[in-house]
């Protein structure tokens, strides 16, 4: 892309999302608030998938939102038919910028941005500016490069998490019932098995958790409800809640004392509410990382979240302390 247009002469923008995760979608969010409060009658249209899309449907400064033909995750290779037929549709919309900040080389992702773009897609591969696609960048600083390209020089990085206020009394009401004021949050699992906890893991880390004198409220699936409630069926100070959608999730993080969590999205979550968080991360990197000054962090076992060294565990739980 030889000339990046500024914000203000924008009117119909794509942004691609090349990954379908929540916490992806949580690292970007600022980004799309701020080119919306530079420019808000700019049409933002948003391609997406997996988590980001529920998240993405109550965004506050999203237009609209088209979901991709991808399911989880993008990889090489697969699903050109239904990316290209995808890419048709939407380069009908003769957007006036295409931006996709994520680093996916494969060549399907890139002939899908081709088709869509007409040459004027900001990413990666089109953009010299650092840290714009440099590895050692915390994904905020990503974000604020994108927007410092479009003219936005001075740009909130906080994250953007809205909570609808139906859910919020939801959330109230269900605290008020189990009779909980301070509580901590302790997310059972990540995006992917390798980061998630074992039942044997669980109950260990809540019994050295205990020194924090709070109970614990475990968020879960619908499909994880049962197991979760067998795990800890002898445990009085620990509440299973069931989580209708992401925004009750965002609405239990806010409400918590600290977050307990391994790396994914209550990771993120928990740093846009600057919630003191142990966070446990079995592949750690610059881009990922929490972005938060109260968050400690336990690096596992690359092979197995599940392996750590418990004595650096219980140092951890007492670093979260000072903020309690």
């Known amino acids: ?11 119909n923008m794509l942004i691609l999302r090349g990954e379908g995760s929540l916490g992806d979608a949580i690292l970007s969010s600022a980004c799309y608030r701020e080119i919306k409060k530079a420019n808000p009658q700019i ?15 109550h965004f506050p400064y999203v237009d609209e939102v088209f979901k ?19 890419a048709l549709k939407l380069r009908r919309r003769h957007f006036d910028l295409v931006l996709d900040s994520c680093y996916k080389p494969f060549w399907n992702w890139r002939l899908f941005k081709k088709i869509v773009g007409r040459g004027l897609v900001l990413d990666n591969y089109t953009s010299p500016v650092q840290p714009f696609g440099a590895p050692s960048a915390h994904a905020s600083e990503h974000e604020v490069a994108i927007l410092k390209l479009l003219g936005i020089a001075h740009p909130n990085p906080a994250y953007e998490l809205p909570v609808p206020a139906d859910t919020q ?23 992917v098995a390798a980061r998630s906890f074992r039942a044997d893991t669980l109950r260990e880390i809540c019994a050295v958790a205990r020194r924090l004198q709070l109970p614990f409220v475990v968020p879960a699936m619908a499909s994880q409800v049962q197991q979760l409630q067998k795990i800890f069926a002898d445990e009085k100070d620990v509440f299973v809640k069931q989580t209708a959608h992401v925004f009750e999730l965002f609405e239990l993080v806010r409400r918590s004392a600290a977050v307990l969590t391994p790396d994914t999205a209550v990771v993120h979550i928990a740093s846009g509410f600057e919630k003191p968080t142990l966070a446990f991360y079995n592949t750690l990197s610059a881009y990922n990382a929490p972005h938060n000054p ?5 690096e596992t076992d690359p092979a197995d979240i599940n392996t750590f060294d418990w004595w650096q565990l219980e140092k951890r739980i007492d670093e979260l302390q000072k903020w309690l």
């Open 43 to 57: 049409k933002i249209t948003v391609a997406c998938f997996g988590s980001a899309y529920g998240y993405f449907l």
């Open 294 to 298: 109260q968050a400690v962090l336990l």
């Open 68 to 86: 991709l033909p991808v399911h989880r995750v993008l990889r090489p290779n697969q699903r050109w038919v239904s990316l290209i037929w995808a």
């Open 169 to 191: 009394q939801a959330v109230e009401q269900w605290l008020t019932q189990q009779k909980l004021s301070r509580y901590i949050l302790f997310n059972p699992a990540g995006s």
């Open 1 to 11: 892309m030889k000339e990046i247009p500024a914000v203000q002469t924008l009117h």
